[in-house]
């Protein structure tokens, strides 16, 4: 089992910064791909970005630029740096750990929202 607890969502102005925090505990070793989504109401769960545990990083066109994800494996915590946010980003932000073939788990997601 592995568990994962977000925080840094909030409420913030058009252009500036927020950086996302998602706390791993359990059985971490397991875990082959850690990864930021998020859904806006209305709108299907998209994915943000994601780090192996070797340390590639992909993140998708709509945030390349702007986002960057980074995982500290002293603290077992993976980071969601977003920068220049537009009020196209305002959804609820879920952290993802999969084993891949077998296991996925999720956090309980942190809201962000961008105001115009």
């Known amino acids: 089992q592995v568990q994962l607890v977000e925080s840094g969502g909030g409420l913030v102005q058009a252009g500036r910064s927020l950086r996302l925090s998602c706390a791993a505990s359990?059985?971490?070793?397991?875990?082959?791909?850690m990864a930021w989504y998020r859904q806006a109401p209305g709108k299907q769960r998209e994915l943000v970005a994601t780090?192996?545990?070797?340390?590639?990083?992909y993140s998708a066109d709509a945030v390349k630029g702007r986002f960057t994800i980074s995982r500290d494996n002293a603290n077992n915590t993976v980071y969601l740096q977003m920068n220049s946010l537009k009020p196209e980003d305002t959804a609820v932000y879920c952290c993802?750990?999969?084993?891949?073939?077998?296991?996925?788990?999720w956090g309980q997601g942190t809201q962000v929202t961008v105001s115009s």
């Open positions: 359990g059985s971490i070793f397991r875990i082959d791909v």
């Open positions: 993802n750990a999969t084993r891949i073939g077998t296991e996925s788990y």
């Open positions: 780090i192996t545990s070797s340390g590639n990083t």
